[in-house]
T-cell receptor, first 111, second 117 residues
Framework: KNQVEQSPQSLIILEGKNCTLQ??????????LRWYKQDTGRGPVSLTI?????NTKSNGRYTATLDADTKQSSLHITASQLSDSASYIC??????????FGAGTRLTVKP | GAGVSQSPRYKVAKRGQDVALRCDPI?????LFWYQQALGQGPEFLTY????????KSGLPSDRFFAERPEGSVSTLKIQRTQQEDSAVYLC???????????????FGDGTRLSIL
């Protein structure tokens, strides 16, 4: 069983709308959690990195939250743009340097 | 360039052939990672280098997969006797290995899309 589960698997929204992507994990002991954006045919690009003590971090229209107690994270995208269409991947690292990738959420923003 | 560069971008090979994939990390980055990404899935870890030392190769799926980084910069991932299930995107990432070890921001290349016929 994958130690990082993302939902939904895919999502379609209209331009200008907000959306929230979810990431649940069982990786332990927890070190940090990252969200990446991966455009089609490109490599992932880091959006945010959060450690145990951080429960929210923003990067422009992207805001990530972390609840280390419930082992859940979310990525909220505000005022979506067509260029937000991509896969969003959650990556959780343990203190032994083990990194686990989620399967990603495929977001499509339509005009 | 300033980013991680991978070549070739696309590679088509017949089953049974050997292939070599190249990764040029960001200059000065100590850590280098290889990942395999199947269509619609997240990347799966293959192997990790710190300078020229291969510290973790636990993700390599078989002994047909071999990676090296002889001078601590450019890395090559070689797949021998390729099989159809090797078809995937192979991603390389590098990071500046500070005191945080592997928990540093990773910079990914755009990958090599390998298709085995």
């Amino acid at each position: 069983k994958n130690q990082v589960e993302q939902s939904p698997q895919s999502l379609i929204i209209l331009e200008g709308k907000n959306c929230t992507l979810q990431c649940n994990y069982t990786v332990s002991p927890f070190s940090n959690l990252r969200w990446y954006k991966q455009d089609t045919g490109r490599g992932p690009v880091s959006l945010t990195i959060m450690t145990f003590s951080e429960n929210t971090k923003s990067n422009g229209r992207y805001t990530a939250t972390l609840d280390a107690d419930t082992k859940q994270s979310s990525l909220h995208i505000t005022a979506s743009q067509l260029s937000d269409s991509a896969s969003y991947i959650c990556v959780v690292s343990a203190y032994n340097n083990d990194m686990r990738f989620g399967a990603g959420t495929r977001l499509t923003v339509k005009p | 360039g300033a980013g991680v560069s991978q070549s070739p971008r696309y590679k088509v090979a017949k089953r049974g052939q050997d292939v070599a994939l190249r990764c040029d990390p960001i200059s000065g980055h100590v850590s280098l990672f290889w990942y395999q990404q199947a269509l619609g899935q997240g990347p799966e870890f293959l192997t990790y280098f710190q300078n020229e030392a291969q510290l973790d190769k636990s993700g390599l799926p078989s002994d047909r997969f071999f990676a090296e980084r002889p001078e601590g910069s450019v890395s090559t991932l070689k797949i021998q006797r390729t099989q159809q299930e090797d078809s995937a995107v192979y991603l390389c990432a590098s990071s500046f290995n500070g005191r945080g070890g592997r928990n540093q921001p990773q910079h990914f290349g755009d990958g090599t899309r390998l298709s085995i016929l």
